[in-house]
């Protein structure tokens, strides 16, 4: 019994240490096992994200490929867009809007008896109570289009010229009076794309004013003059800004006014309780961005860097304004409003219905001299009784309702228009370069010279030695075919990989500067030059 007892007590030690060593053993092959797990998981993680299938945060989730791709998706679907709004809104008239791509919803008044659901329909701007436009969509292949023909009014502008305002993008416009024939007083937002182009940047509106014509209208609140081009956008509880192109501009919002021109944007803070009215004096100007070059050179063709902007002062801006809202480009001294008698202005933080453009053209607006601090404006209207009527000091005095506007579209990626020179003194010449993969053929040709001297005329164009077109236009712009078909049986094509010389041809010598040419293509696209 004792020799049992010491040989349990010997063997005990023993059986402990052996469990000591299983559980040893036991651990080790947990945590090896755990080790091989990691790996297996950061392996399998890794072939995923190199599949695409799972973003990492600290690298980009689109490789360059995919952004090249993304790009040139969304280059084509504007192309399309803006080819297609072009085609189905050449025929809107002054105070109508057209329904250019889709998709738009819009909300009409009850008596209206038109429909607004396809492309190419048109409505009377009086008919239309709110318009929302679909955002850029690659799988759908939508991205919404509104096209806005407005009458031009300010006192100077010509009787039946149009401004156009273009609405494009996630963007919303509610019609503050819908009685109105003009679009005069609107409540407008736009939102961040929900898909990354680098052909627009932002949604919003485009705004184009011919030559010496202008538009006055209140926005969110604040009223906004502009002469010239002009690009708007305006995020909820965040900020409207206001980018100009060419030409200049003037806002006015909590009782302070601003004044900017061309190569300058300035911005104004929405909220309120729909967050889309201006509670903010207007910030001061500020230099546009690329992402406005991006934009206004997609929807325009025009102002795809700051090399085609010609910079305009904010006292410039203010010198052109107020030339263009008066009758006489002198100022006096006085600040004194000569309107017809029933007219009335209401303060110029709230909601403005301007005056029609028909206003007698004896009209006189003084504005306050520029101070260190901005001072809301304070205006006393007087009636002044006068013999006889001040013509407006513009030349050109007659120009009639259908004068052509440079036309929407794309600037060519893949054709290329050399230098404007002077072969001989009276022709403009260019070289252009097709390198699309394919043959193209010129379909249009539009072009601003200057009438000067007053026997000037486009006589003749010629494409590599061809004559195209030859059937004499005195006056400018030119559009062709639409002002004067093409000659029979000329030839307007290009092959592919092949430069053609392209001859403007005038009757008189040519001007120094003063020259923009645009030819268009078949292909939905056009290359444009400047002299």
């Known amino acids: ?36 797990a990691s790996i297996c998981v950061g392996v399998t993680g890794f072939a995923l994200y190199r599949g695409g299938y799972m973003p990492l945060s600290i ?11 993304n790009n040139a998706s969304c280059q084509a679907l504007i192309d399309q867009a803006i080819q297609a ?35 190419g329909d048109i409505i009377t701007i009086n008919e239309l109570r709110r318009l929302s436009a679909s955002p850029l969509n690659l799988d759908s292949n939508e991205w919404g289009i509104a096209v806005f023909k407005l009458i031009a009014n300010l006192p ?13 993008g996630n963007a919303t416009l509610d019609n503050e009076n819908s009685d109105s024939e003009n679009l005069e007083s609107f409540y407008f937002s736009s939102e961040l794309g929900q898909i990354s182009c680098d052909k627009v940047p932002f949604d919003g509106l485009m705004v184009t004013s011919p030559d010496g014509s202008g538009f006055r209208f209140n926005i969110n609140g ?35 006014e601003q004044y900017f021109g061309a190569g300058q944007k300035v911005s104004v803070e929405l909220g309120g309780v729909n967050g889309n009215q201006s509670v903010s004096s207007p910030s001061d100007p500020e230099p546009l961005t690329q992402d406005e070059f991006d934009t206004a050179c997609t929807m325009t063709g025009h102002f795809c860097s700051d090399i085609e902007i010609t910079p305009v002062s904010e006292d410039e801006a203010q010198g052109q304004i107020q030339n263009e809202i008066t009758s006489t480009p002198t100022l006096v001294p006085t600040q004194t409003l000569t309107p017809m008698p029933t007219i009335t202005f ?25 101070t260190a601090t ?28 259908n004068t052509p506007i440079s036309p929407i579209a794309p600037v060519c990626g893949s054709v290329s228009l050399s230098a404007l020179t002077n072969p001989n003194a009276d022709e403009l010449g260019m070289n252009i370069t097709n390198n699309s993969g394919a043959p193209i053929t010129i379909n249009r040709f539009f072009a601003y010279w200057p009438d000067s001297p007053t026997t000037q005329s486009l006589d003749m164009l010629l494409l590599n030695g061809g004559q195209i077109w030859n059937q004499n236009d005195n006056d400018s712009p030119s559009d062709f075919p639409t002002e004067g078909n093409w000659r029979s049986g000329a ?13 403007v041809q005038f009757r008189e010598n040519l001007q120094s500067t003063g020259y923009e040419v645009h030819t268009f293509f078949d292909i939905g696209c056009q290359v444009i030059g400047k002299k």
């Open 156 to 168: 100077r502008s010509l009787p039946g010229e149009t401004v156009t305002m273009v609405v494009f």
């Open 491 to 503: 030839n307007l094509t290009i092959p592919n990989a092949t430069t053609y010389n392209f001859i």
């Open 1 to 36: 019994m004792d020799s049992l007892n010491r040989s349990s007590s010997r063997t005990s030690p023993r059986r402990s240490l052996s469990r000591r060593k299983k559980r040893f053993s036991s651990c080790l092959y947990v945590l090896l096992g755990a080790f091989i």
């Open 59 to 69: 690298s980009s989730s689109l490789t360059a490929t995919a952004v090249a791709r």
């Open 346 to 370: 209401a303060p110029t933080n709230t909601l403005l219905v301007l005056p029609p453009p028909t206003l007698s053209p004896t009209m006189t607006f003084t504005p306050k001299p520029p």
């Open 374 to 401: 901005k001072i809301p404006p304070t205006r006393t209207n007087t009636l002044v009784p006068t013999a006889t009527k001040i013509p407006s000091t513009r030349t050109n005095t007659s120009v009639p309702t």
């Open 85 to 119: 709004s072009g085609s189905y809104c050449d025929n809107t008239s002054s105070n109508q809007v057209c329904y250019g791509n889709i998709n738009l919803n819009a909300d009409l008044n009850t008596d209206s008896a038109r429909q607004f659901s396809e492309r």
């Open 222 to 256: 604040s009223e906004l003059t502009l002469i010239g081009n002009a690009s708007i956008k305006a995020i909820k509880n965040g900020e409207m800004e206001v980018s100009i192109y060419e030409g200049s501009g003037r806002i006015v919002s909590n009782g302070e």
